[in-house]
């Protein structure tokens, strides 16, 4: 009976111990629940925006989109359906469909509907609202990307020029401080970059991509990681257009701005390997040595790398045996050359297995013995190869 009673006596404390433990945790979160119940919707507004861009800035893009989606319905119950907030609402969600591929046309239809706001907010009492203004400005750009991912290039272009135009206009007046112009300059270059780009019109993208480069590092710095994808889309352009130490340049410069961020074992051999590649492609021998070091260090960045580390160090692996076994068959055809002339039939024979080695250079060739003393993994730190900085022209 006694035991009965001292185990009734101890789940009771129990219980109060849970309690007391429970209670102020349960009070909390109400409280939190009817903040939220009851919180203005500016205040939610503000909220929900922050959150997008918290979002939007870790690359959790449906996270973020998912906030916009409410800023939009929010600002529609908080300023109407003729405000340029809702606007500049719709734009911000348009952005958001943009940062996710597939999404182009959804993108189009909210600058549609922006436009179609801003179109009646442009009179009084807003036509001298310099807030309504900017948004054109990001209006026209969002617009322009839309119908570039969509491959509608000329309306593209026309958004973009309407864009630059007005931009120009708002620093003329005032209206807006150079430095922010700078960066709306930014991001309209690289569009138009794209543009090009997307027609196969390299030479022309080429001066869009260094003005952008440029005004990214006057606004952001050279050292800027936010240069890193405009120097590699630029190095590509100029690769393409036959600027092959301009390229390898562009492709170090953003090589050396990864690697003092502290990377992962697998971006720093992501972003060597580019360099090695494009070395390669340059087809001259001056570019060998670049070549073969950073095939190296991207290796030695994923050697002891697991599941898709180990793909991608069994692929690069592939690619610098390919470029050993070309190189190889290059020194030796020219010295077969010398010896025995163009027709012999072994240079002949060399000069064949070349070619066939050329035109199928993702083909996995299987390691072999190296035909250079350098071939052995290198673990020490990049050495980087001086190329010169020279920036090309398109006109050149």
């Not at 111990?17 to 429970?22: K, R």
């Not at 009646?120 to 990307?145: Q, W």
Request: proline content about 4%; hydrophobic content about 35%; charged content about 25%.
């Amino acid at each position: 009976m006694q035991e009965s009673q001292e185990t009734h006596i101890s789940n009771h404390l129990d219980e109060i111990v849970a309690a007391i433990s429970i209670t102020p945790r349960k009070k909390l979160q109400n409280k939190l629940l009817q903040t939220a119940l009851f919180q203005p919707p500016r205040e939610k507004l503000h909220l929900c925006e922050e959150k997008a861009k918290s979002y939007s800035s870790s690359h959790e893009y449906k996270q973020a989109l998912q906030e916009l989606v409410r800023c939009v319905a929010l600002t529609r119950i908080c300023y109407g359906d003729s405000h340029w907030k809702l606007a500049e609402a719709h734009v911000n969600l348009a952005q958001g469909y943009l940062q996710l591929k597939g999404l182009s046309l959804q993108a189009k239809q909210h600058a549609e509907k922006a436009k179609e706001i801003l179109t009646n907010a442009i009179v009084c009492p807003y036509n001298d609202n310099t807030d309504v203004f900017k948004c054109s400005v990001e209006l026209f750009h969002t617009m322009g990307r839309a119908l570039l991912s969509l491959q509608k290039f000329k309306e593209a272009s026309e958004n973009l020029t309407k864009a630059e135009r007005l931009s120009k206009e708002l620093l003329q007046c005032g209206r807006i401080i150079k430095e922010e112009w700078i960066e709306i300059q930014t991001q309209i270059k690289l569009s138009f970059a794209q543009v090009y780009q997307g027609q196969k019109k390299s030479k022309e993208a080429l001066p869009h991509y260094q003005e952008a480069l440029e005004c990214i590092e006057i606004s952001k710095g050279e050292k800027s990681l936010e240069c890193v994808p405009t120097l590699r889309e630029l190095a590509g352009v100029e690769q393409a257009l036959g600027f092959h130490d301009a390229s390898i340049n562009h492709l170090l410069q953003a090589h050396l701005i990864v690697l003092s961020r502290n990377p992962s074992q697998e971006e720093a051999a992501v972003s060597a390997h580019s360099v090695a590649c494009a070395a390669v492609a340059s087809g001259r021998p001056e570019h060998h040595d670049v070549a073969e070091q950073y095939f190296q260090d991207s290796m030695a960045n994923l050697k002891d790398a697991e599941g898709i580390g180990k793909a991608k160090f069994l692929s690069i692996q592939d690619g610098y045996c390919h470029f050993l076994q070309v190189t190889g068959q290059k020194e030796c055809l020219q010295i077969q050359t010398l010896l025995y002339g163009p027709q012999d039939k072994r240079t002949l024979a060399t000069q064949q297995t070349m070619d066939v080695l050329s035109k199928a250079p993702e083909k996995a060739v299987k390691p072999r013995q190296p035909l250079r003393a350098k071939a052995a993994f290198c673990t020490c730190g990049p050495q980087h190869t001086a190329l010169g900085k020279a920036r090309p022209n398109a006109a050149d």
